[in-house]
């Protein structure tokens, strides 16, 4: 079965960074590039019918300005236009042909999460078969740098998987954000102190060893960098982001990290680097 990425256009100059990660992401992998822009439904079928001669002579169009640009030789590529609802349809195509990673361009709303939750980015995140990556940095910029905040979920089991499957050369570092019982009313007393640091240092066995189980079923995996924070999950996520954001954030679409507020959207409108959400199972 031939391996195919997904990437959907939207036609924009926001779209181009995301059009070229597509491009090598299939090169590297050497999949084959399937790119769809979804049209109105609506329109007028004569209508319909010269639109689509003339978006697919764009896409055309921009898959060699782009492969210029950045200096790509030509993937297997496959440009297709569907009508619809575009996050509906960019879903089922995923189903459909069993694509292994759906490529979109990164939210145009920056700095206002409100606006992002029901759009079409925020709602193939939800309900894709598949990784999904959001783009908002050029293709030249290479992902060694991959930060994955883990917890004990199988989301998270599934989300370092697949980071590890897809860039096992790539550096990742495992963020755990912790919170204990009684921090606020027991802080200051050196009962709790003692007790806290016993909890943090089983905290990280525990998790050590969670690693190590999963890194003991695939091959050649990267050397891993363990972080625990203190605090709430998305605040500790959000703060190291701020701190030293890195190349790709790889993320698990359920889990303790987006159970509390609304972290994809707070992620997707505060664009500090590439994003990878990853299906809980």
């Known amino acids: 079965m031939t391996r195919t990425l997904l990437f959907a256009c939207d036609l924009s100059a926001e779209n181009r960074a ?35 001669q003339a978006v697919i002579a764009d896409m055309e169009r921009m898959l060699t ?7 790509l030789p030509a993937p297997e590529c496959l440009i297709q236009t569907v ?54 940095h050029p293709p030249t ?14 989301t998270c089991r599934n989300a370092l998987r697949e980071t590890l499957r897809r860039f096992p050369a790539a550096h990742l570092t495992l963020l755990h954000a912790w919170e204990l019982p009684g921090e606020r009313e027991l802080g200051s007393t050196p009962n709790y102190a003692q007790w806290r640091d016993t909890r943090v240092r089983q905290l990280r066995r525990q998790l050590q060893a969670e690693v190590e189980t999963l890194m003991a079923t695939l091959d050649d995996v990267p050397e891993l960098e363990l972080e625990l924070e203190q605090g709430n999950p998305e605040t500790v996520l959000m703060n190291r982001l701020r ?8 993320l698990g679409s359920r889990g303790d990290w987006q159970a509390r507020g609304h972290l994809s959207e707070r992620l997707l409108a505060e664009t500090h680097c590439d994003v990878m959400v990853c299906r809980a199972w």
């Open 83 to 136: 009508t619809g609802a575009p996050y509906a349809e960019i879903i089922r195509e995923a189903h459909e042909r069993e694509v292994e990673m759906i490529v979109m361009g990164a939210h145009r709303k920056r700095g206002q999460p409100d606006l992002v939750a029901g759009t079409t980015l925020a709602r193939v995140l939800r309900g894709a078969p598949c990784p999904v990556v959001s783009i908002s």
């Open 18 to 52: 995301a059009f070229g990660r597509a491009i090598r992401l299939a090169l590297e992998t050497g999949a084959r590039l399937d790119v769809l822009h979804v049209l109105d439904p609506y329109l007028p079928h004569t209508a319909l019918h010269d639109l689509e």
């Open 141 to 154: 910029q290479t992902w060694r740098d991959i930060l994955v905040p883990v917890d004990f979920s199988l």
């Open 65 to 71: 300005d782009i492969r210029e640009d950045y200096a």
């Open 243 to 250: 701190r030293r954001a890195p190349d790709l954030l790889a």
